[in-house]
T-cell receptor
């Protein structure tokens, strides 16, 4: 089944404790992206990747890192999480930039 | 500043009624206008999309109306059903996908 898998689904952590949210897709998509969803703000792009070893900032990249060492994987790293990063995070992939996006099921992150 | 403005924020419709969600954009370079549907606990999923060379696209009970001169587009859900209750996001893209703030639709039985 074609899908985007992200883990974990729920994560509670404390300020400053590094964490990684994993994302993997099995559709051989070139493009992958991370979004955060906040009430009243919709989906805002954090980082995206056009291909392996190619990443770039989205609209809200501060406090986040990503890597794309393999085509299928695109982890999101929070080196020192802060409470304002409490949000619902989605990984997405597509054949190309600006095309139909396939989303994962989301990761609800709470930073205390 | 949001590049795609969506309204209303929430919408309650009776079963069998018509649900209408509106979006407006500024960037005339946008060339792809999708609508995503999101159920609680799930990621958004593409519902229907339109390119600016047509003014309307219909798929079953879902229709996109597109007004290029006004830089507006809307989603119409005919014969709305309780199973349509979800959050709907409009988006616009020419390379980067820009999303509206979302509309929470509730269809009452």
């Amino acid at each position: 089944e074609a899908q985007v898998t992200q883990n974990p689904r729920y994560l509670i952590t404390v300020t400053g404790k590094k964490l990684t949210v994993t994302c993997s897709q099995n559709m051989n998509h070139e493009y992958m992206s991370w979004y955060r969803q906040d009430p009243g703000l919709g989906l805002r792009q954090i980082y995206y990747s056009m291909n392996v070893e190619v990443t770039d900032k989205g609209d809200v990249p501060e406090g986040y890192k990503v890597s794309r060492k393999e085509k299928r994987n695109f982890p999101l790293i929070l080196e020192s999480p802060s409470p304002n990063q409490t949000s619902l995070y989605f990984c997405a992939s597509s054949f190309g930039r600006g095309e139909k996006l396939f989303f994962g099921s989301g990761t609800q992150l709470s930073v205390l | 500043q949001q590049q795609v403005k969506q309204s209303p924020q929430s919408l309650i419709v009776q079963k069998g009624g018509i649900s209408i969600i509106n979006c407006a954009y500024e960037n005339t370079a946008f060339d792809y206008f999708p609508w995503y549907q999101q159920f609680p606990g799930k990621g958004p999923a593409l519902l229907i999309a339109i390119r600016p060379d047509v003014s309307e696209k219909k798929e079953g009970r879902f229709t996109i109306s597109f007004n290029k001169s006004a830089k507006q587009f809307s989603l119409h859900i005919m014969d709305s059903q309780p199973g349509d209750s979800a959050t709907y996001f409009c988006a616009a893209s020419n390379n980067d996908m820009r999303f509206g703030a979302g509309t929470r639709l509730t269809v009452k039985p």
